[in-house]
Nanobody, 115 residues
Framework: QVQLVESGGGLVQAGGSLRLSCKII????????MGWYRQAPGKTREYVAL???????NIAGSVKGRFTISRDKVANTVDLQMNSLKPEDTAIYYC?????????WGQGTQVTVSS
């Protein structure tokens, strides 16, 4: 069975950095891309970034220039480097595997940015 396990969240001051990791457990068939989403209290879940199987990346405009997405084939992780963090980045961050078929979601990791 496939599992996505996020880690690396925590509390950081505005302007600081965090690196989130999504550990992929098991083999994902028919994978289109891996991505990161986030959901702040009282808000809907929003897209943050994705990376395709070919290595192409896409970053949401709200975090472009500050966040980068990458993958580690050896560790089997998809990582999100978050720099110049702002209080509005505070949210639960979720890893997602988008497939031709049902998608997989991780349980989320909390990121809190203090002002």
């Amino acid at each position: 069975q496939v599992q996505l396990v996020e880690s690396g969240g925590g509390l950081v001051q505005a302007g600081g950095s965090l690196r989130l990791s999504c550990k992929i457990i098991g083999a994902i068939s028919n994978l289109d891309y891996m991505g990161w989403y986030r959901q702040a209290p009282g808000k809907t879940r929003e897209y943050v970034a994705l990376i395709t199987e070919g290595g192409t990346t896409n970053i949401a405009g709200s975090v472009k220039g500050r966040f980068t997405i990458s993958r580690d084939k050896v560790a089997n992780t998809v990582d999100l480097q978050m720099n110049s963090l702002k209080p509005e980045d505070t949210a639960i961050y979720y890893c997602k595997a988008t497939r031709t078929g049902p998608d997989y979601w991780g349980q989320g990791t909390q990121v809190t940015v203090s002002s």
